[in-house]
């Protein structure tokens, strides 16, 4: 679900099945996503400055069953601003951990979203009022996510839905190991908060 005011994708979805991952190395190829009108899409100019990657929200990780999903994992409607503390150091540990999981659980489900709620009041903020990433080229036009999500569902052997959720604040907390262990655990949340928070409802089953 691509945000066409914030420039970013307000969340993916994918699935991750460990048993099929692995079968081709990252390419790196970020690119505007055709299927968006220019005016609203984000492009590599956007992104041509010194303080933010281009993050992804569906891991190029997770879509290493082929070569052209992973070639698709580098559209910029899948791209947010992170800071490279940020990206390089615990989400990219906890996207690691999703993988991982896959291998415990088989395949799983995973929501993955930005949220913007930088005056801290528990929900979406103005669109006017959120920062924006300032380019080389002067312009400031895709919008700086304040918190990152995760949600990963488990489908169980008896029917029922098991999830895990995540939010986790986007600042240059720089972390690694152990350090990076406690603080993902110390920021899962309920869906409810993720929902208020971002502004959207899971159309999920009855769900642990």
């Known amino acids: 679900?691509?945000?066409?005011?914030?420039?970013?994708?307000?969340?993916?979805?994918?699935?991750?099945?460990?048993?099929?991952l692995g079968k081709v190395s990252r390419v790196d190829c970020f690119r505007r996503d055709p299927r968006i009108d220019k005016p609203t899409a984000s492009l590599p100019s956007?992104?041509?400055?010194?303080?933010?990657?281009?993050?992804?929200?569906?891991?190029?990780?997770?879509?290493?069953?082929?070569?052209?999903?992973?070639l698709n994992s580098?559209?910029?409607s899948n791209m947010a601003p992170q800071y490279c503390q940020f990206n390089r150091g615990v989400w990219q540990i906890f996207e690691?951990?999703?993988?991982l999981w896959s291998e415990d659980y088989g395949v799983i489900y995973v929501?993955?979203?930005s949220?913007?709620?930088?005056?801290?009041?528990?929900?979406?903020?103005?669109?006017?009022?959120?920062?924006?990433?300032?380019?080389?080229n002067g312009k400031a036009r895709?919008?700086?996510?304040?918190?990152?999500?995760?949600?990963?569902?488990?489908?169980?052997?008896?029917?029922?839905?098991?999830?895990?959720?995540?939010?986790?604040?986007?600042?240059?907390?720089?972390l690694s190991g152990d350090e990076a262990i406690d603080y993902l655990n110390r920021h899962v949340v309920s869906l409810s908060v993720i929902e208020r928070r971002a502004g959207?409802?899971?159309?999920?089953?009855?769900s642990h």
């Not at 945000?3 to 991750?16: G, K, L, N, Q, Y």
């Open 115 to 136: 949220i913007f709620d930088w005056n801290g009041d528990e929900a979406p903020d103005d669109p006017p009022t959120v920062p924006r990433m300032k380019s080389n």
């Open 111 to 113: 929501i993955t979203g």
């Open 1 to 20: 679900n691509y945000d066409r005011i914030s420039m970013v994708p307000a969340w993916t979805a994918h699935r991750v099945d460990a048993t099929r």
């Open 200 to 206: 959207i409802h899971f159309p999920f089953p009855s």
């Open 96 to 99: 690691s951990m999703v993988r």
């Open 46 to 70: 956007d992104y041509s400055e010194p303080v933010f990657d281009q993050g992804h929200l569906t891991p190029s990780g997770d879509m290493t069953t082929a070569l052209n999903p992973v």
């Open 142 to 174: 895709v919008a700086v996510p304040s918190h990152f999500y995760k949600v990963v569902l488990f489908p169980s052997d008896d029917g029922d839905l098991y999830s895990v959720a995540v939010m986790l604040p986007h600042d240059q907390t720089d």
């Open 74 to 76: 580098f559209v910029l």
